[in-house]
């Protein structure tokens, strides 16, 4: 998902379309990614624009690369 983050942002209805989930299920997981502060958005009248928080990002791969040291 990162690379389609490259312009900066994101509406709400550009990342369901990217998914065969259900909208809910992609609202729920961009609820998750928001608390645990990997993404942010703003209210453009009706629309949520959402932005990755590009630091944040970098600690959850780091994290994760921890993951897999040594199993390669």
């Known amino acids: 998902m990162t690379l389609n983050f490259e312009g900066g942002s994101m ?3 550009e990342i369901a379309a990217m998914f ?3 909208w809910p ?3 729920g997981h961009l ?3 928001e608390d645990a ?3 942010h958005h703003e209210r ?3 629309t949520r624009i959402y932005r990755i ?3 944040r990002l970098a600690l959850a791969e780091q994290w994760l690369a921890w993951f897999s ?3 390669h």
């Open 53 to 55: 928080d590009r630091k």
């Open 44 to 46: 453009v009248g009706r």
């Open 37 to 39: 502060g990997v993404v």
């Open 20 to 22: 065969k989930e259900s």
């Open 69 to 71: 040291k040594g199993t």
């Open 11 to 13: 509406s709400s209805g």
């Open 31 to 33: 609820r998750v990614l």
């Open 25 to 27: 299920t992609t609202t």
